[in-house]
């Protein structure tokens, strides 16, 4: 069974930088895992941010930002906003049209 | 504009069916692969299921093959989700994605969810 894990929390000053990871309980993720992020606010459908690791989707402000670092995927926000505060799920595709969703990380900026 | 609009939710019995359906407009429907994604209350987001453009594929997770059958009538703009057998740990949300597959696998549209409650 497929494990992605993710920090269940994080926190950010307003202002501030934050990097979100994305892995695999067993192995490393790469490029060919697709890595896409979402973001989501109570009671809210997910927002797509992040394709194809570091593509962003259409609308998305710059100041998300997507990479592999070292064995991991990450999102990265840099100045971070009151409204960015949200769930953050990153999705790696593990091929023969199978998805797995990490088990989301609760941003809190303050 | 693009639009997905889930229906079919409600409160079913442990052991019951449900058929929920996802109305697409504002893209070509039978140009994309859809998929359907669920989230349980408080919990997190669980992909559920896939089906090509075509609908000749399918996919499916662990916890819902053999339970759960994805279709699509591509020239009523919907796509389905047929839910037999159903528990108390199918209580969620259910989303339907847009997803594009090769060279960019996402999920790049999302309805706004139908709930559906497993419970006698």
């Known amino acids: 069974q497929t494990v992605v894990t993710q920090e269940p929390s994080f926190s950010v000053s307003p202002g501030g930088t934050v990097t979100l990871t994305c892995g695999l309980r067993s192995g490393s993720v790469s490029s060919s895992n697709y890595p896409s992020w979402y973001q989501q606010t109570p009671g809210q459908a997910p927002r797509t941010l992040i394709y194809?690791?570091?593509t962003r989707s259409s609308g998305v402000p710059d100041r998300f930002s997507g990479s592999i670092l070292g064995n991991k995927a990450a999102l990265t926000i840099t100045g971070a906003q009151a409204d960015d505060e949200s769930d953050y799920y990153c999705v790696l595709y593990m091929g023969s049209g199978i998805w797995v969703f990490g088990g989301g990380t609760k941003l809190t900026v303050l | 504009e693009v639009l997905l609009v889930e229906s079919g939710g409600g409160l079913v019995q442990p052991g019951g069916s449900l058929r929920l359906s996802c109305a697409a407009s504002?893209?070509?429907?039978?140009?994309?692969?859809m998929t359907w994604v669920r989230q349980a209350p408080g919990k997190g987001l669980e992909w559920v299921s896939a089906?090509?453009?075509?609908?000749?594929?399918?996919y499916y997770a662990d916890s819902v093959r053999g339970r759960f059958t994805i279709s699509r009538d591509n020239s009523k703009n919907t796509l389905y989700l047929q839910m037999n057998s159903l528990r108390a740990g199918d209580t969620a949300v259910y989303y339907c994605a847009k997803a594009l597959w090769y060279p960019s696998y996402h999920m790049d549209v999302w309805g706004k969810g139908t709930t559906v409650t497993v419970s006698s």
């Open positions: 194809t690791t570091n």
């Open positions: 089906i090509s453009a075509s609908g000749g594929t399918t």
């Open positions: 504002g893209f070509t429907f039978s140009g994309y692969a």
